[in-house]
Nanobody, 116 residues
Framework: QVHLAESGGGLVQPGGSLRLSCAASGFAFGYYSMSWYRQAPGKGRVVIAKISHMGYNTSYDDSVKDRFTISRDNTNNMVYLQMNSLKPEDTAVYFC?????????WGQGTQVTVSS
C-alpha cells in the first residue's frame, strides 16, 4: 500500500527557510517521479516542483523557481523540498505526490505559514 508522509512545515518569517521531507513506502520508489504540490487558502492544489525517478531532471513552477529546490534520496525513499527566501504568498498546505501504476497518491500535507 502506497504511503506518503510529509513533515517539516511550520511558521517562518518572510525571507526565512524551511525544508520539507516526504517519506515514501509501499512502492518501488526509485522507479517513479515525485512531485510537491501546494494548496493556498481558498485556492486549488497546484504542482510546484517535480523530480524524475533518478533525480536527474527537475522542474518548477515560476512562482518558486530559483527559491525552492526539490531533491530525492532513493536509498532511503525520501523526497525533499528546500524552500528559501520564503514569502507570505508561499503560505499553504504542502503535499507530496506520486502517480503509481496510473493511480494518484497524496500525503496528508504539512502546513507552511510565512508571516512576521
Amino acid at each position: 500500500q502506497v504511503h506518503l508522509a510529509e513533515s517539516g512545515g511550520g511558521l517562518v518569517q518572510p525571507g526565512g527557510s524551511l525544508r520539507l521531507s516526504c517519506a515514501a513506502s509501499g512502492f518501488a520508489f526509485g522507479y517513479y517521479s515525485m512531485s510537491w504540490y501546494r494548496q493556498a487558502p481558498g485556492k486549488g492544489r497546484v504542482v510546484i516542483a517535480k523530480i524524475s525517478h533518478m533525480g536527474y531532471n527537475t522542474s518548477y513552477d515560476d512562482s518558486v523557481k530559483d527559491r525552492f529546490t526539490i531533491s530525492r534520496d532513493n536509498t532511503n525513499n525520501m523526497v525533499y523540498l528546500q524552500m528559501n527566501s520564503l514569502k507570505p504568498e508561499d503560505t499553504a498546505v504542502y503535499f507530496c505526490f506520486a502517480r503509481v501504476d496510473f493511480t494518484d497518491h497524496w500525503g496528508q500535507g504539512t502546513q507552511v505559514t510565512v508571516s512576521s
